[in-house]
């Protein structure tokens, strides 16, 4: 099964799939989703199967533009409408309390749950045909767990190889195209205001910044006791190749170093280095919203070069780019011990 074009017989189509019990993979403007009706655990639980992902790690519920977001929370603060008015539809995730009537299947059996207004057009269409706008689609990334998040169609079929075809467990991929933000949505915390404030859980698109402007108080860094959210464990957002974070000025040498032990590298940089060499190379874009625009693509493209290694130029730590630093950190989480045991013996 290849991705469909978009036309108002495959929107109805996969709306129907969804009411099915079906999986539908559709675009967002974040990442593309692997989709399934977020009221419907049997059909919830078809999605950790496909990814491989485990059961107690949360999904996102997915809504349509001006729905009741009281029919999947309860005790709304009045912060939520705040978020809500200013960034839906849009790449922010709010963690609210789940309400009694919601299966736990999409909150990994916690008492929270995370619900977003998608703006891509295709997202929109397919979330208001589906149950007429009333319904709700638990969607994570449409990648297997843990690795690189899909930004097009075609992603999504290299992904899913076999559960696309005949019978499988995703009855159709919506191609809308490459998504415009590339990275997943931030994810704040309103559900312990009273004793917390807001918590950022994961950053992204939507700022720090931005929210505090909104809120008129800078979301807190996440504590121990935080709501488990999508895409926060430490290890999150690989390619197959291991990924090593290098500070520029140590680009060169480590390049020479690995080089020297004739390690084959792929090489991703925002700035030029014309003095280094690599088997690979991909050049994104030195803003923040271009590199994440970027990302995950780079990386699967890089992960396709055979390479023994993806260097990574480390990015700049203003507060701009906390969103791609976080899943860089997460693609490489173990890097600087495969990097130690590569040069040790120098």
């Given at each position: ?17 969804l ?13 593309y ?29 997915h809504?349509a533009?001006?729905a009741?977001?009281r ?12 978020l ?19 299966p ?9 749950v995370?619900?977003?207004?998608p703006?891509?057009p ?10 007429a ?5 638990a ?26 075809q005949?019978g ?25 205001l ?9 950053p ?29 464990l ?34 991703m940089s ?7 060499q ?13 590199y ?6 780079g ?18 730590q ?11 950190r ?5 890097s600087r011990d495969?990097?130690k045991a ?5």
């Amino acid at each position: 099964m290849k991705s469909q074009v978009i036309t108002p017989e495959a929107i109805a189509q996969a709306a129907q799939a969804l009411e099915s019990g079906q999986l539908v993979a559709f675009p967002t403007e974040t990442v593309y989703g692997l989709g399934a009706d977020a009221e419907n655990p049997a059909a919830v639980a078809n999605i950790y199967a496909a990814k491989g992902r485990p059961s107690n790690h949360p999904v996102i519920v997915h809504v349509a533009p001006g729905a009741d977001i009281r029919y999947w929370a309860k005790d709304i603060p009045a912060e939520a409408h705040q978020l809500i008015a200013a960034f839906w539809p849009g790449p922010l995730t709010l963690i609210l309390k789940r309400a009694n009537h919601i299966p736990d299947a999409v909150s990994g059996g916690q008492d929270t749950v995370g619900i977003r207004c998608p703006s891509h057009p295709v997202a929109q269409e397919l979330l208001r045909a589906f149950k007429a706008g009333k319904g709700g689609v638990a969607a994570p990334s449409a990648n297997k767990f843990g690795h690189v998040s899909p930004t097009t169609a075609a992603h999504v079929e290299e992904e899913f190889e076999q559960e696309i075809q005949p019978g499988g467990l995703i009855a159709s991929i919506l191609d809308g195209g490459q998504s415009d933000v590339g990275i997943e949505s931030t994810i704040v915390d309103l559900s312990r205001l009273a004793t917390h404030g807001p918590v950022l859980l994961r950053p992204g698109h939507i700022t720090v910044a931005q929210m505090a402007a909104v809120l008129g108080t800078t979301p807190a860094a996440p504590d121990a006791a935080a709501p488990r959210a999508s895409g926060t464990l430490d290890a999150h957002y690989a390619p197959h190749t291991p990924v090593i974070l290098v500070e520029a000025a140590e680009l060169d040498d480590t390049v020479n170093r690995l080089h020297a032990k004739n390690k084959k590298l792929a090489l991703m940089s925002y700035q030029a280095h014309p003095a280094i060499q690599a088997e690979a190379w991909r050049h994104l874009p030195a803003d923040p919203v271009g590199y994440a625009h970027d990302l995950y693509a780079g990386l699967r493209e890089l992960d396709h070069a055979h390479a023994d290694l993806i260097l990574v130029e480390a990015l700049p730590q203003d507060k701009d780019w906390q969103g791609v630093n976080d899943r860089l950190r997460r693609a490489a989480f173990d890097s600087r011990d495969i990097l130690k045991a590569l040069l040790d013996n120098d």
